[in-house]
């Protein structure tokens, strides 16, 4: 059974290279990449051979902690495809000792495995620095692998089984955003510590705690022996060979309980009342910014665009905080990338639903009524967003004075990219992720081209918004009128740039709506 279960396994990974060119490149890409930072890996922990061990302990036992707590993560919150689901063998009568190994095994197969081994053999040598130090070293290598994998499968498997409801997937997906908006602040904090005095007593004491715990302890074990501390060594080992015996026993758990226990269904909501389109006017226009408000207020794919929107410019600010950049210049940061992304959050709208667009083109829908319709929402919405994050960030700037500038490289910013969207979403559609599926899973069918288009939606909307951005500039380095200047043009040039978007969009949606309902069902 181990034998086919491997066999299976290889054939899987032997027919990702039977697709499309740009997948094929795509996946190449993928691995070249994780074998090159796998060998840096290496090479950094082979470096550290060289350093005194007080030094290299702290690092190397935080980095594999965190290592650790992705493979444990990161299938929980972003959904990973497992292709060796145990519930699908429910029908071949396999014992569940032999499956459960057997898939263990075949976990083995991957680009994961030898990333972990190859990084794993780097701390092997760090640690060389004593006898008792090489052998917790070598037991740790296996033991470090073999619990990376079993934390992806059992994250893997609990996610598929636990969270079978889009809400819960939901929920954890956003509580992942959450986590990481956390993670942000942390990182700041560590960035802002005086390294140079009292940086590796941080380190220190971040280490000892998670030495002692399933993350870090088969990593802390080897580092202690080179150091001298060898019953601590020796424990920290047991704390490594526990996590990894309760780890297996949690995986052949539920792979008995998967075997037996049917996915639940879905229950289906049940609404009394016709919510917006109680709002709207009855015209095809009202009718799509009605379902378009729907989606925002009950689309999973939406609330993530949505909670994400808010943390992407504390995200983008963490770099010019390390290097100092004057807190209250950032102040005046996030108002254009929340437009921004405002903006290109509807530049695949199209796609998002589905095949539920042919029902636009079977009903010979205009595609000028398209796309005002689904610019309506975000229009709205994002308007006082920004009017509000706009009179927030220039109190904390410290002057009233440059609001009229803010408010117009916001604006405008919106405007153009909802005119570029409208245009985008109906030229260039792409596979998006499917009605019901996690938001932060990405379809199969997506390649380098959907890249491609995001990329170019920033570039064009920053350089159509360029003269709004010069006269808000001017507007802080100068005095005189250019703030007001910066609101103007802002307000002229998006608005025109919105309305052109809309006219053309329609105009393209209309010749190439065949087109469109193929590329939004191709995944």
Request: aromatic content about 8%; glycine content about 10%.
């Amino acid at each position: 059974m181990v034998e086919q279960l491997l066999r299976l396994k290889l054939r899987l990974l032997g027919n990702s290279f039977r697709r499309s060119p740009w997948q094929i490149v795509a996946i190449s890409f993928g691995l070249l990449s994780g074998l090159a930072i796998s060998f840096f890996v290496f090479a950094t922990l082979v470096g550290l051979r060289l350093v005194a061990v007080s030094i290299a302990e702290p690092p190397v036992v935080l980095f594999g902690a965190l290592v650790v707590l992705g493979f444990l993560v990161v299938p929980l919150v972003f959904g990973v495809d497992d292709v060796l689901d145990p519930r699908k063998f429910s029908l071949y009568g396999i014992p569940t000792d032999e499956l459960a190994k057997g898939l263990a095994i075949a976990a083995l197969i991957g680009i994961s495995p030898v990333v972990m081994t190859l990084i794993s053999l780097g701390q092997v040598v760090t640690w060389a620095r004593n006898p008792l130090a090489v052998l917790l070293g070598v037991i740790s290598l296996p033991v470090i692998v073999v619990t990376c994998l079993l934390c992806a499968r059992v994250s893997t498997s609990a996610a598929a089984f636990v969270l079978s409801s889009r809400k819960s997937r939901d929920g954890v997906g956003i509580l992942g955003v959450v986590v990481l908006v956390i993670v942000a602040v942390g990182i700041v904090a560590l960035f802002r510590t005086n390294w140079q005095q009292n940086g590796l007593n941080v380190l220190d004491g971040i280490s000892s705690f998670v030495s002692w715990t399933p993350l870090g302890a088969a990593w802390a074990g080897p580092a202690d022996a080179a150091g001298g501390n060898f019953g601590p060594a020796l424990l920290e080992e047991l704390i490594a060979l526990a996590t990894a015996g309760a780890l297996w026993l949690a995986w052949r758990y539920l792979v008995k309980v998967m075997l037996v226990t049917q996915p639940r269904m879905a229950e289906a909501r049940k609404y009394r009342e016709l919510g917006m389109f109680r709002v709207t006017p009855s015209s095809p226009t009202g009718v799509i910014a009605g379902r378009t408000f729907t989606y925002w207020v009950r689309d999973a794919r939406y609330h993530a665009s949505l909670i994400v929107i808010p943390v992407i410019p504390f995200m983008l600010m963490l770099p010019f905080l390390v290097i100092g950049i004057p807190t209250h210049f950032l102040a005046l940061f996030p108002v254009p990338v929340m437009a921004m992304f405002l903006g290109w959050s509807v530049h695949n709208d199209t796609a998002y639903d589905h095949t539920a667009i042919w029902l636009h083109i079977a009903s010979g829908t205009r595609g000028r009524a398209d796309r005002l319709g689904r610019v309506i929402p975000p229009l709205l919405v994002g308007t006082v967003v920004i009017v509000v994050a706009s009179v927030i960030c220039a109190s904390l700037y410290g002057s009233g004075r440059i609001l009229p500038a803010l408010l117009g490289v916001g604006l405008g910013v919106l405007f153009t990219g909802l005119g570029l969207s409208s245009v985008g979403s109906a030229l260039f559609p792409y596979p998006a992720v499917r009605p019901g599926d996690s938001p932060f899973a990405a379809p199969q069918a997506v390649g380098s081209a959907s890249a491609l288009i995001q990329s170019l939606s920033f570039v064009v909307t920053f350089i159509l918004v360029s003269p709004t951005l010069i006269l808000a500039v001017l507007a802080l380095l100068e005095p005189g009128g250019w703030n007001w200047g910066a609101l103007i043009v802002g307000l002229g040039l998006g608005a025109l740039l919105l309305w052109a978007g809309i006219a053309g969009g329609g105009a393209i949606f209309d010749r190439r709506a065949p087109e469109i309902l193929g590329a939004s069902v191709r995944n």
